[in-house]
T-cell receptor
Framework: DGGITQSPKYLFRKEGQNVTLSCEQNLNHDAMYWYRQDPGQGLRLIYYSQIVNDFQKGDIAEGYSVSREKKESFPLTVTSAQKNPTAFYLC????????????FGPGTRLTVT | AQSVAQPEDQVNVAEGNPLTVKCTYSVSGNPYLFWYVQYPNRGLQFLLKYITGDNLVKGSYGFEAEFNKSQTSFHLKKPSALVSDSALYFCAVRAPYSSASKIIFGSGTRLSIRP
């Protein structure tokens, strides 16, 4: 998982609560990404950031928010507006010139009841 | 629109036998193709990529993949499977000149190697 940490590994929340997932990297990568993984669906891109203080929506951004105040950190907030938040969340990073070689963190499994 | 398909949810192989995990893609222009592996409750690890050049690409852990433009395929192969190869494998595609956000992942194939 080389240089990307996600915490916590497991997270439990009650419906209606916002929750923030942490992602930190020490690879000096410019770009960072958040994906959601559901069984049988592969990975879907939530948000990505190519540079500090800038980020773009991915394919399924509704109900999520992010910030990129530091190069090393890209936290994801799952808001109460996300209709089906229970999933495995993966953070990744890459260099600017090789965005296709993404390094992934170990993931956070979020369960909302 | 670009897409990638992994037609098999699960592949079962005996240890020592060759393995193939299938992937087909649809993209305009010459694609960038990738394979990633995911072990239980872990993030994905990059295995190999095809950007240009030789159609046979070699990657980590003895895996290789063959790009076949006429069949729009990028199957993952290994001559002799190990039990430790058991994991979830994802094929991914990116159209040339698109942004990093346009990497599309397949739904994954679970590879199970029996001793």
């Amino acid at each position: 998982d080389g240089g990307i940490t996600q915490s916590p590994k497991y997270l439990f929340r009650k419906e209606g609560q916002n929750v923030t997932l942490s992602c930190e990297q020490n690879l000096n990568h410019d770009a960072m990404y958040w994906y959601r993984q559901d069984p049988g669906q592969g990975l879907r891109l939530i948000y990505y950031s190519q540079i500090v203080n800038d980020f773009q929506k991915g394919d399924i951004a509704e109900g999520y928010s992010v910030s990129r105040e530091k190069k090393e950190s890209f936290p994801l907030t799952v808001t109460s507006a996300q209709k089906n938040p229970t999933a495995f969340y993966l953070c990744a990073s890459s260099t600017g010139d090789r965005p296709h070689e993404q390094y992934f963190g170990p993931g956070t499994r979020l369960t909302v009841t | 629109a670009q897409s990638v398909a992994q037609p098999e949810d699960q592949v079962n192989v005996a240890e020592g036998n060759p393995l193939t995990v299938k992937c087909t893609y649809s993209v305009s222009g010459n694609p960038y193709l990738f394979w990633y592996v995911q072990y239980p409750n872990r993030g994905l690890q990059f295995l190999l990529k095809y950007i240009t050049g030789d159609n046979l690409v070699k990657g980590s852990y003895g895996f290789e993949a063959e790009f076949n433009k006429s069949q729009t395929s990028f199957h993952l192969k290994k001559p002799s499977a190990l039990v430790s190869d058991s994991a979830l494998y994802f094929c991914a595609v990116r159209a040339p000149y698109s942004s990093a956000s346009k990497i599309i992942f397949g739904s994954g194939t679970r590879l199970s190697i029996r001793p």
